[in-house]
Nanobody, 116 residues
């Protein structure tokens, strides 16, 4: 069983920044991919950013390109999402996801609220 612990959400004004963290209970080298999703009220969960274990690909949803950066610290078994130039439409619950083959593990979710 894998435990994922998220932190870093909060309330920020438009144009501000936040960094989300997600720490796994075992080495992230055991995962095929790690990513961040978000779900706003009344909307479906959407992929925000994803990085594969071999660094060969990093993908972002178009709406966050140039503003968000996904990264990883292998020694800390942690994946980050640096969010800059935040907009009110970024308001959502953010979930980290770690994938092993076809199985996805999820964090507990952290609320990000951007005020205008």
């Amino acid at each position: 069983q894998v435990q994922l612990v998220e932190s870093g959400g909060g309330l920020v004004q438009a144009g501000g920044s936040l960094r989300l963290s997600c720490t796994a209970s075992r080495s992230i080298f055991s995962f095929n991919a790690m990513g961040w999703y978000r779900q706003a009220p009344g909307k479906q969960r959407e992929l925000v950013a994803i990085i594969n274990s071999g660094y060969s690909s990093i993908n972002y949803v178009d709406s966050v390109l140039g503003r968000f950066t996904i990264s990883r610290d292998n020694a800390k078994n942690t994946v980050y999402l640096q969010m800059n130039s935040l907009k009110p439409e970024d308001t959502a619950v953010y979930y980290c996801m770690f994938r092993v083959r076809s199985y996805d593990y999820w964090g507990q979710g952290t609320q990000v609220t951007v005020s205008s």
